[in-house]
Nanobody, 126 residues
């Protein structure tokens, strides 16, 4: 089992940047594929980025590609989401999760979350 705690959310203006962190407990963090998902009010939760256990491969939703960067430091049991050029439509609660599914298909849509953090609010003002 792994416990996840997100941090780094906040209020930022359009065009600004934030870096989210996800701290994991346990010694098996490096064996998990990981992802960031978000849920805006009235919308379903969706994955926006994911990364393999070793950090050698990543996936992004089209809506964030080129603006967000997912990374991880297995020595620190931590995953990150660098968010640049933020837009009001990025406003949501952001969650980190361990993920599983057919990575070879190259998309996020079929990945599922297993262990989840409690979420951190990101608000982008216009």
């Amino acid at each position: 089992q792994v416990q996840l705690v997100e941090s780094g959310g906040g209020l930022v203006q359009t065009g600004g940047s934030l870096r989210l962190s996800c701290a994991a407990s346990g010694r098996t963090f490096s064996s998990y594929f990981m992802g960031w998902a978000r849920q805006a009010p009235g919308k379903e939760r969706e994955f926006v980025a994911a990364i393999t256990s070793g950090g050698d491969s990543t996936r992004y939703a089209d809506s964030v590609k080129g603006r967000f960067t997912i990374s991880r430091d297995n020595a620190k049991n931590t995953m990150y989401l660098q968010m640049n050029s933020l837009k009001p439509e990025d406003t949501a609660v952001y969650y980190c999760a361990t993920v599983y599914g057919p990575w070879y298909k190259g998309t996020l849509s079929e990945l599922k979350g297993d262990y989840w953090g409690q979420g951190t609010q990101v608000t982008v003002s216009s």
